[in-house]
């Protein structure tokens, strides 16, 4: 339950190898110890939700996660697990694929607060840009920043709007995209899915590595860093393959995809006429001959809100 007198916005922490460079390559067999995230000051942090992500260059799968251990703490350095845990023994698809981890009850940070995390390595291989994503809220006080929400009397249909991005280049940032709701009626933005990732030929060419940050029209940010458009969105197609028995199998995820997009909670309310503004950037293999700008899709998914 929300404390009285504060608003719910949604967030996203990113603790990747722009948070600890350490997270860049975790060789195999190794143990690191006290990788801290520093929380935001500007309002107290809810953890909701989690999952965890390694790159798909050099790879196609998602499997070297099946090695990872991992234990986390609260604001207090108060871990939450008893030892080092698998994390493949924790969540379904390791959060992704619209299908994060709840946790619950809710762990509570302060502002400015320490997130810590603990890792090992188990596998043979190293895990290359290891990063943990920690989805919530943040709580400020009623007025201190928009809080647009439904009028008093309304109707309401389901309504998705689609953003194409064109020719976005293997290496590309691409700041200040603008998508503008149109101006007959507020939207309700709930969830998304998007294209990527997308590989041919066991990542012989690699549409993998894209990245969005998502911003109100002040540019204040719903994360703290750039998230992967498969963790934030999920995806209607999704070529990972995770593993399953002790031998083990491989398998596509079951019950993902356009059943189960990245959902936002709380909602982002936009009203009509009003601004999302966005980045892109994409990290794929410039070396990689057959690579090359592509297109793709993202698809907002929500509701038209029509005053009554």
């Given amino acids: 339950m929300t404390p009285k007198g504060f608003q719910q916005r949604h967030f996203d922490y990113v603790l990747g190898p722009n948070q600890d460079s350490r997270l860049a390559s975790v060789a195999a067999g190794a143990t690191i110890t006290d990788i801290e995230l520093q929380l935001d000051t500007d309002a107290p942090f ?6 965890v992500r390694i790159s798909y260059l050099g790879s196609s799968t998602q499997n070297m996660l099946q090695f990872l251990k991992t234990r986390w703490s609260g604001p207090l350095k108060d871990y939450r697990q008893q030892d080092f845990i698998l994390e493949a023994c924790s969540m379904a698809y390791f959060g992704q694929v619209g299908a ?4 619950f009850p809710n762990v509570h940070y302060p502002a400015g607060g320490v997130l810590s995390v603990d890792i090992k390595n188990t596998g043979n291989n190293p895990l290359t840009n290891l ?5 919530g809220v943040k709580l400020y006080p009623w007025g201190t920043v928009p809080a647009y929400t439904y009028p008093k009397a309304f109707k309401s249909i389901a309504f998705n709007y689609q953003i194409p991005v064109l020719n976005l280049d293997v290496l590309e940032y691409r700041p200040d995209q603008v998508f503008t709701v149109k101006q007959d009626a507020d939207f309700v933005l709930r969830g998304g899915q998007a294209t990527p990732p997308f590989l041919i030929d066991s990542g012989t060419r690699a549409f993998s590595e894209v990245f969005i940050q998502l911003m109100d029209f002040n540019k204040k940010p719903y994360s703290n860093d750039f998230m992967p458009l498969d963790v934030i969105f999920g995806g209607g197609g999704f070529p990972a ?5 002790p031998t083990p199998a ?3 995820p079951f019950g993902t995809g356009p059943g189960m997009p990245g959902l936002f909670y709380p909602e982002i309310y936009l009203p009509a006429n009003h ?3 966005y980045a892109l950037q994409r990290s794929d293999d410039a070396s990689e001959s057959a690579n090359q ?3 793709f899709t993202i698809n907002l998914i929500g509701q038209k809100v029509f005053p009554a």
Avoid at 46 to 51: C, G, K
Avoid at 100 to 103: G, S
Wanted: positive net charge; charged residues 20%; glycine residues 4%.
């Fill in 46 to 51: 809810w953890l909701r939700s989690r999952a």
């Fill in 100 to 103: 994060w981890k709840p946790e």
């Fill in 131 to 135: 990063t943990f994503f920690f989805r």
């Fill in 241 to 245: 393959a995770f593993p399953v028995g």
């Fill in 250 to 252: 491989f398998v596509p």
């Fill in 275 to 277: 601004q999302l503004i």
């Fill in 293 to 295: 700008p592509e297109s």
